[in-house]
């Protein structure tokens, strides 16, 4: 059986030039600048060796280098005896940050299997120079080479015949060590924390003030930037807006605006003709987007509207999210313990159901690890409770079904549209006035009598915006 190899590390550490020095030939090209030729992901072998060169990963794990990667370990069914990450030995240590970053990403993506298929070789060096090398690391590399057992390896790609001779006989031993003691490293290894759970199509409604970055969440569900995201204090979202993640995981996202952008009660109305309007089949979830640091009495009260208008039940398929979690200074569990008590009722209503997003990072990592945990909640609602439907979505399933008719000439339902044309209807469903239809009289007539009655009640108990312990 031939032994095969992952190569992965930081951008310019030399992957390839690594690659060519195990194969014994120019397999992988290199650039003059001794960077990997960008989309360089590759497959080569020589007698018993085969080896799967990857393109350098950036100090942020970009989408291209994480879908690459995965790409990688499909490449190989049968799997893989190592996986080498290739150190600098003149660069690595004054790069530690990165370096640390880097195999955290690749940590996150491959799972706790990552260290005992694990080999660290080092560019640039001889392996007398390696026990030195590994004391002077600072900490947090050290931690990593001790993770892998300090299989630590010294590889000379500009040395000469017999340097290169004798490094690949220490790698191949240690390999041949490593095949005895763990099978091979296979697809099915990869982290699921970082794996889109399939299933059937879902539709999200994000709900919350201006400012707590409803559009910025929404740019990270869908893997987009169609959302419009200022830093303003003013909203970029004055009426709903839709977009849909297209790959892996359908999910369509309706963004709207706070409930104070809209101005009066007429303009909220309408858009709540477009929520129901847009999800003929019913809705998986309502998201509840809060910033990390207060709660508002603007927030409380834009709960209580929906749950005025669609009731309770609303809640049972909802959850909250809570975004700025790169400014947490304590633990998840801790900042809820730690939260007020109405807030900590309003995380009661909807089944204690929470998730935490960073939205600063570009760490493709990060930004999956916490739409797989946004996923997998909806995905329990819809098991639990099914998908939200009530009088309100059937009114707004009357609406679609005209917008239908008026595209296709037919009497055409939902269920009869090409992705395309639902595509055009949704599309118009946005851009619907709705002030002339019975769905936007009923809205009004509900809302108008119960609006001052439920802003009172609001701001009576939060006169004063609450805040949460910063913890």
């Known amino acids: 059986m031939s032994t095969v190899l992952l190569l992965v590390g930081c951008k310019g550490n030399g992957n390839s030039h690594t690659g060519n020095t195990i194969l014994g030939q120019e397999a992988f090209r290199v650039t003059r600048k001794g960077g990997t030729e960008k989309s360089s992901l590759g497959s080569s072998s020589h007698g018993k060796v085969t080896v799967v060169d990857t393109p350098g990963v950036s100090h942020e794990m970009t989408e ?3 879908e690459e990667l ?4 499909k490449m190989v069914p049968e799997g893989f005896d190592a996986i080498c990450l290739v150190w600098d030995y ?5 790069n530690e940050d990165k370096e640390v970053q880097v195999f955290q990403s690749l940590h996150r993506l491959f799972g706790d299997g990552l260290y005992e298929h694990l ?3 080092v560019t640039h060096a001889q392996q007398e120079d390696i026990p030195e090398f590994v004391n002077d690391l600072p900490n947090a590399m050290k931690e990593i080479a001790e993770q892998c057992h300090n299989r630590v390896i010294a590889i000379e790609n500009r040395g ?33 924390i970082c794996q889109i759970p399939e299933g059937e199509e879902l539709g999200i409604v994000l709900v919350g003030k201006t400012g707590v970055g409803k559009s910025h969440t929404g740019n990270n569900i869908t893997g987009t930037k169609k959302f419009r995201v200022s830093d303003k204090a003013k909203s970029e979202t004055r009426v709903c807006k839709q977009h849909i993640r297209q790959k892996d995981r359908q999910i369509t996202v309706l963004d709207t605006p706070g409930v104070f952008d809209t101005g009066n009660v007429e303009d909220i109305c309408k858009e709540l003709c477009r929520i129901v309007t847009f999800f003929p089949n019913g809705l998986h979830a309502v998201i509840l987007v809060l910033r990390r640091g207060r709660f508002t009495w603007e927030e409380a009260e834009t709960i209580k509207l929906y749950e005025l208008m669609f009731g309770e039940r609303l809640l049972k398929h909802s959850l ?7 400014e947490l200074t304590s633990s998840e569990e801790e900042y809820l313990k730690t939260a007020p008590d109405d807030l900590k009722n309003v995380l009661k209503k909807c089944g204690n159901r929470c998730v935490f997003f960073n939205n600063v990072s570009k760490d493709e990592t990060i930004l999956r690890m916490q739409l797989v945990n946004m996923i997998r909640l909806v995905d329990t609602i819809t098991k639990e409770e099914g998908v939200y439907n009530d009088d309100w979505f059937e009114e707004g399933r009357k609406e679609m079904n005209k917008i239908i008719q008026d595209i296709t000439g037919s009497k055409a339902t939902w269920k009869d549209l090409t992705r395309a044309v639902k595509k055009i209807a949704r599309d ?3 851009n619907e006035d709705y002030r002339n239809t019975n769905l936007f009289g009923k809205f009004y007539e509900k809302l108008q009598s119960n609006w001052h009655q439920l802003c009172d009640q609001v701001k009576s108990l939060f006169g004063k915006m609450v805040e949460v312990m910063s913890g």
């Open 70 to 73: 995965v790409q990688a370990v």
């Open 64 to 66: 291209s280098e994480f």
């Open 90 to 94: 003149n660069n690595s240590e004054r």
């Open 428 to 430: 118009r469903a946005m």
């Open 320 to 326: 909250l999210l809570i975004t700025a979690k790169d």
């Open 119 to 121: 080999v660290i070789v």
């Open 160 to 192: 000469n015949l017999a340097n290169k001779q004798e490094a690949l006989k220490t790698l191949n031993e240690c390999i041949s060590e490593l095949s005895n003691s763990a099978r091979r490293y296979v697809t099915s290894d990869l982290s699921p």
